[in-house]
């Protein structure tokens, strides 16, 4: 049974930072391209940043140069680490894993990212 669990959504000010996190019960973390996509109300889901198993992020144009995506294998553990955080930004922010071989793709539950002042 697999499990995204992530954390670190909140309150933050315009201009403020978050670190979210996704932590990953299952087998094969390391397999797996990792992912955060978001989704505002009224709006379809989106990528925000996705990691591949080598570790190399790809990008939405909104997050480049203020968001940072990671992994850490050993801990089954993905961030991001969003600065410069604008109003738009706010969203539900999801954990994904894509499938691979013949594992399905999972999402998390999401935890909530509102900027405001």
């Known amino acids: 049974q697999v499990r995204l669990v992530e954390s670190g959504g909140g309150l933050v000010q315009p201009g403020g930072s978050l670190r979210l996190s996704c932590a990953a019960d299952?087998?094969?973390?390391?397999?797996?391209?990792m992912g955060w996509y978001r989704q505002a109300p009224g709006k379809q889901r989106e990528m925000v940043a996705r990691?591949?198993?080598?570790?190399?992020?790809e990008y939405a144009d909104f997050a480049k140069g203020r968001f940072t995506i990671s992994r850490d294998d050993a801990k089954n553990l993905m961030t991001l680490q969003m600065n410069s955080l604008k109003p738009e930004d706010t969203a539900l922010y999801f954990c994904?894993?894509?499938?691979?071989?013949?594992?399905?793709?999972?999402w998390g539950q999401g935890t909530q990212v509102t900027v405001a002042s």
């Open positions: 994904n894993r894509e499938a691979y071989a013949w594992y399905p793709e999972f």
């Open positions: 299952g087998d094969y973390f390391s397999r797996f391209v």
């Open positions: 990691i591949d198993v080598g570790g190399s992020p």
